[in-house]
Nanobody, 129 residues
Framework: VQLQASGGGLVQTGGSLRLSCAAS????????VGWFRQAPGKERKFVAG??????????YYTDSVKGRFTISRDNAKNTVYLQMGSLKPEDTALHYCAAALSWAATMASISRMSLYNHWGQGTLVTVSS
């Protein structure tokens, strides 16, 4: 499966963006999908993830985005979204989506980069103060 991430841009503090991760060459329904981000000079980190439908479609978030971000699927569009709200300057980063055909269903597994073997290109989110 190939992934195409989009939706990044420049937004002011407190604003919103919706990132999309569109898949081709396969269906995302049974894939675990994660969003990761990498700020300049820093390591890539987990942001949010959703398990495959057979694992319950459970969602997980890193603490810093809980209550502000929502990950969701649109199976008809073969796309996973990351709705980002109340954005802060510290959310500025290159955001990547990733997928794995996996039954992974825990935070520990979904948040681990090594789970994922399909990665999209990054989409840049810049939040101005």
């Amino acid at each position: 499966v190939q992934l195409q991430a989009s939706g990044g841009g420049l937004v002011q503090t407190g604003g919103s963006l919706r990132l999309s991760c569109a898949a081709s060459g396969g269906t995302l329904t049974n894939y675990a999908v994660g969003w990761f981000r990498q700020a300049p000079g820093k390591e890539r980190k987990f942001v949010a993830g959703i398990t495959g439908n057979k694992s319950g479609g459970i969602t997980y978030y890193t603490d810093s985005v809980k209550g502000r971000f929502t990950i969701s699927r649109d199976n008809a569009k073969n796309t996973v979204y990351l709705q980002m709200g109340s954005l802060k300057p510290e959310d500025t980063a290159l955001h990547y989506c990733a997928a794995a055909l996996s039954w992974a269903a825990t935070m520990a597994s979904i948040s681990r980069m090594s789970l994922y073997n399909h990665w999209g290109q990054g989409t840049l989110v810049t939040v101005s103060s």
